[in-house]
C-alpha cells in the first residue's frame, strides 16, 4: 500500500482535512507538491537538522523553511531569546532598541549599507526595493532576470515577452498587462542581452534587479564578467543595481553573495540590496537597505512610501539578531561550507557509482543537484532536467527519511546542525534513491 492510499496515513488525513478550508491545502503553493505528486508532510515538530511529520517520521531537513534555519531547528540561544521577547510583548507598533541592534548588526557584515528598512517579507522587501528605486530615479523601466524571483509583487510576476529580452507578460492572473510591461525580462547570464537592453532602452530603466546566486532555478550562479557587466551598464545608465539577497544574504557567506563578487570584481557593490530569511532567523523578518542617499527617499523623509504594522517587530527582531550574532562567530561560515561541500561531493560519487548523470555547486551553506552532465547557466538549461527522474530521486529520498526541495527548481541548504552522522545516512539514502534510477 502507498502511502497515498493508506487510509491512516496522518498526512493524507491531514492535507484532505486542508484542502476543504485552505486553496490547494497549502499556504505558499510549492507545499503542495504538486510538482513531485504525493502527499505533502505536515510537520509537526523539528530539532536540530530534523523535521517530523504527522505520521511521527524523522526525515533530515535540507529545506530549512527554504533558508532560514541556518542554525538548525530550535537552537538554544535563539529559543531563549525569543521566549524572553515574547514574554516583554508581541508587538508595539513603536520603535524598540532592538530594531536598531539588528540594524546595526546587518550594516555591520554588508557594506554596502548605510541604512535598512525592516519589513516582514521578503516580497514585501522587494516590492518596496522597487518602489524606493523607481522614487529615487524618476524612471519606471526595471530590468528582471528569467528564472529569479523575488516574490510575488505584481510587477515582478512576469515573463518574457514573445521572446526574452521583450517587455513582460503577466506569469499570474490578476497582474494587468500594464504593470508587467514595464519589467524587461532577460537571459540570466546572457551578455548580449544585457548589451542590448542597456543601448535600447538605459535612459528608462530605474533598476537592475538579480539574485546573484539564483536559488529559484535551483543554483545558478551570475558569471563573475556577466555581474561586472551589470555594475557597469547600471552606474553608465544612471539605473540601480539591487541585489535580491532574500536567499544568499548571510547563507552564502556572512556578507551575502556580494561579497564574493567584491572579492572578484574591483570597487565592487550593489546600489541596493533585499534581504530576508536568515536575518530573521525562521521569524517573520526581512529587510531592504542601501546608501544614506537612496534610503532617505523613503517616507516619512521623502517622498516614496512604505509602511507595515508588523515591521520590527519584537520576537521576530530577538531571533534575528539572536541567530546572527550566533552566525558571526569566528569559523562558523568554513565549518558550514565544509559540510555543505561534503555533502554535494558524496552525492556526487553516490551518482557516480549508480552511472546516474549529475552535477552539483554550493557556496556556504546553500546548495543545487542536477540530474545532468554539467552545471546549466540559466532558466532554459535548468528545465532542460527530466522532472520525472528527479520525482522518482525525490521520492526515494522522501521514503529513506531525506527531505529536499520537492522541485527540481529549487535550491537546498544544510545548517550548523547538520551531522556527519546525518551526511553518511543521506548518502546511504541516495544510494538506493539513485538505483532507482538506472531501473
Ligand atoms: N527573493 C528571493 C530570492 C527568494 O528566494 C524569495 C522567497 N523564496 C523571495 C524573494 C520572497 O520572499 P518571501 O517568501 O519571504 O516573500
Keep these: 500500500m502507498t502511502p497515498d ?3 491512516t496515513d496522518a498526512n493524507l488525513a491531514l492535507f484532505e482535512r486542508a484542502r476543504r478550508v485552505i486553496p490547494g491545502g497549502v499556504n505558499s503553493p510549492v507545499r503542495a507538491f504538486r510538482a513531485v505528486g504525493g502527499t505533502p508532510r505536515f510537520i509537526t515538530r523539528a530539532e536540530g537538522a530534523y523535521i517530523w511529520d504527522a505520521n511521527g517520521q ?4 535540507y529545506i530549512g523553511s527554504w533558508g532560514p534555519m541556518i542554525l ?40 554596502s549599507m548605510d541604512m535598512v528598512r525592516l519589513v516582514s517579507s521578503g516580497t514585501e522587501a522587494a516590492m518596496s526595493a522597487i518602489r524606493l528605486a523607481r522614487g529615487a530615479t524618476g524612471r519606471n523601466k526595471l530590468v528582471k532576470f528569467e528564472g529569479c524571483y523575488h516574490g510575488h509583487a505584481d510587477a515582478l510576476l512576469v515573463k518574457a515577452g514573445s521572446g526574452l529580452a521583450t517587455f513582460g507578460h503577466p506569469t499570474s ?22 548589451e542590448a537592453a542597456f543601448a535600447a532602452h538605459g535612459s528608462e530603466i530605474a533598476c537592475l534587479m538579480i539574485e546573484p546566486i539564483a536559488g529559484n532555478m535551483n543554483f545558478v550562479r551570475a558569471s563573475v564578467p556577466f555581474m561586472q557587466r551589470c555594475r557597469e551598464l547600471c552606474t553608465q545608465h544612471g539605473a540601480l543595481l539591487v541585489f535580491d539577497e532574500v536567499m544568499t544574504g ?57 509602511a507595515g504594522t508588523l515591521s520590527g517587530n519584537p520576537v521576530a527582531t530577538a531571533c534575528g539578531l539572536a541567530t546572527l550574532r550566533e552566525i558571526s562567530r569566528e569559523g562558523f561560515y568554513d565549518a558550514l561550507a565544509r559540510q555543505t561541500r561534503t555533502l554535494i561531493e558524496g552525492l556526487k560519487s553516490e551518482a557516480d557509482a549508480a552511472g546516474v548523470a549529475f552535477s ?4 556556504g551553506g546553500m546548495f543545487g543537484f542536477f540530474l545532468l552532465p554539467e552545471l546549466p547557466q540559466n532558466y532554459t538549461a535548468v528545465m532542460k532536467s527530466d522532472g520525472a527522474r528527479f520525482n522518482t530521486l525525490f521520492h526515494g529520498l522522501l521514503e529513506r527519511g531525506v527531505y529536499v526541495a520537492p522541485a527540481l527548481y529549487e535550491a537546498g541548504f544544510v545548517s550548523a546542525a547538520h551531522s556527519d552522522e546525518d551526511l553518511a545516512r543521506t548518502f546511504e539514502a541516495a544510494r538506493a534513491a539513485f538505483r532507482l534510477l538506472t531501473k
Design 5 to 7: 492510499t493508506d487510509r
Design 250 to 306: 548571510f547563507r552564502v557567506a556572512l556578507g551575502g553573495a556580494q561579497s564574493l563578487y567584491a572579492q572578484a570584481i574591483p570597487d565592487f557593490a550593489p546600489d541596493l540590496t533585499v534581504l530576508g530569511k536568515v536575518i530573521g532567523g525562521g521569524m517573520p523578518l526581512a529587510a531592504f537597505g542601501g546608501r544614506c542617499a537612496v534610503m532617505e527617499q523613503l517616507a516619512p523623509l521623502g517622498p516614496v512610501y512604505q
Design 58 to 61: 524523522r526525515y533530515i531537513d
Design 360 to 363: 552539483a555547486d554550493s557556496e
Design 173 to 194: 492572473a490578476g497582474v494587468p498587462a500594464v504593470v508587467a510591461q514595464d519589467t524587461l525580462v532577460l537571459e540570466y547570464n546572457n551578455l548580449s542581452q544585457l
Design 72 to 111: 538548525g531547528h530550535g537552537h538554544p540561544a535563539v529559543l531563549e531569546a525569543v521566549q524572553k521577547a515574547a514574554r516583554d510583548g508581541f508587538s508595539f507598533g513603536a520603535p524598540t532598541e532592538r530594531e536598531i541592534e539588528l540594524a546595526e548588526e546587518i550594516l555591520r557584515h554588508v557594506p
